[in-house]
């Protein structure tokens, strides 16, 4: 059923899904904190890749294609780079939540469409249509409102913003799928991860063993959080505009705030309340140009049709 769906809006599909899941995952870490960031980050590079092995064993998938893409560098650099990119976000995340500014990872997730938008503009020459430039000026304004609340520069909110726009551009130049992509990404991070995981495990700083059953499976369960969503994000990523990717990217800072707002009960000052108002507004009108396209394309395939039906029985007649 889904392969009937057009490419660009199961894209569309699996992209909402992606950031949808990393807003609920927002959930997740904090019961991670006994351990340090850089701890549940390396845990979260280990993990990843044997949740990485579990899913290709589910699908069936061959490993035949991997000692292709490590014996060229070409194909191996990209990938090698993607890895790079995700982990300084994931360590920029992580250290935000482990000194209270969850705040700044939030501000990150209203800054990161931006700057996905930018650089599909920049480096693959997109086209935004006007509703699109009113939607993402709307977006430039929200952010303004949130740093202006802070009254400082948030650098965290920038690394993690930069780093996660850039990973998804480098994406564009990865010439795998999504699955042998972040199967490459998680065994590039895997090796490092690993020594330093054994490490504070020798050393006795580690955490992995010795706080409780249920900390040693969160900090496992930590590499199936990570994947499934990078997974969807990867397939989303070739599917579609990077234009469209930094709309959908919307989703995971207002799942966040409900969650900070209503489960964490944390403090909604009037910039914020205003901030995300005007975030909400972006999305209604990205949302109704996207409706409103994919009506317009909807017709004239229509007409298409309807001309194509039309001068069939003509030729044949002239045949005849």
């Known amino acids: ?58 699908c069936r998938r061959s490993w035949a294609w991997l000692p292709q893409v490590l014996r060229s560098p070409r194909r191996l650099l990209p990938v090698a780079a993607a890895a790079v990119l995700i982990s300084l976000n994931w360590w920029g995340f992580i250290y935000a939540v ?32 006007a ?17 202006l609340a802070y009254g400082a520069t948030p650098w965290l909110s920038l690394l993690m913003a ?10 564009k130049y990865v010439d795998l799928d999504g699955t042998q992509s972040l199967t490459v990404e998680t065994l590039v ?19 992995a063993f010795s706080v409780s059953p249920g900390h040693t499976a969160l ?9 499934l969503p990078l997974l969807l994000f990867g397939m989303a990523a070739r599917q579609v505009p990077l234009s469209v990717i930094g709309m959908l990217q919307y989703i995971t800072p207002v799942m966040m705030f409900f969650i900070g707002w209503l489960i964490q009960g944390e403090e909604m000052p009037p910039a914020r309340w205003l901030g995300f108002g005007l975030v909400w507004l972006a999305l209604c009108l990205f949302a109704l140009d996207q409706v ?7 017709r004239s395939g229509a007409r298409t049709f309807r001309k194509d039906g039309e001068s069939t029985p003509v030729r044949t007649q002239a045949t005849e």
Not at 17 to 31: E, I, R
Not at 100 to 128: H, W
Not at 219 to 227: P, R, Y
Request: glycine share 10%; charged share 10%; proline share 3%.
């Open 1 to 58: 059923m889904i392969a009937d769906v057009p490419e660009s809006n199961r894209g569309v599909a699996l992209g909402a899904l992606a950031f949808f899941l990393w807003g609920v995952a927002a959930l997740y870490w904090p019961f991670l904190s006994a351990s340090e960031p850089h701890e549940v980050l390396a845990h979260r590079m280990v993990w990843s890749l044997l949740a990485m092995g579990v899913i290709l064993l589910l």
């Open 98 to 129: 482990s000194i209270e500014q969850t705040l700044q990872a939030s501000l990150a997730y209203f800054i990161n469409p931006l700057m996905s938008v930018c650089l599909g503009v920049l480096l693959f020459s997109e086209r935004l249509r």
């Open 131 to 147: 509703a699109q430039w009113a939607a993402v000026g709307l977006g430039v304004t929200a952010v303004l409102v949130m740093s």
């Open 162 to 171: 930069s780093s996660f726009a850039a990973y998804g551009a480098v994406k």
């Open 189 to 207: 991070m895997f090796l490092p991860a690993l020594g330093f995981v054994v490490h504070l495990e020798a050393t006795g700083v580690g955490t």
């Open 219 to 227: 900090l496992a369960g930590g590499g199936f959080v990570t994947v």
């Open 292 to 298: 409103r396209s994919a009506r317009s394309r909807f």
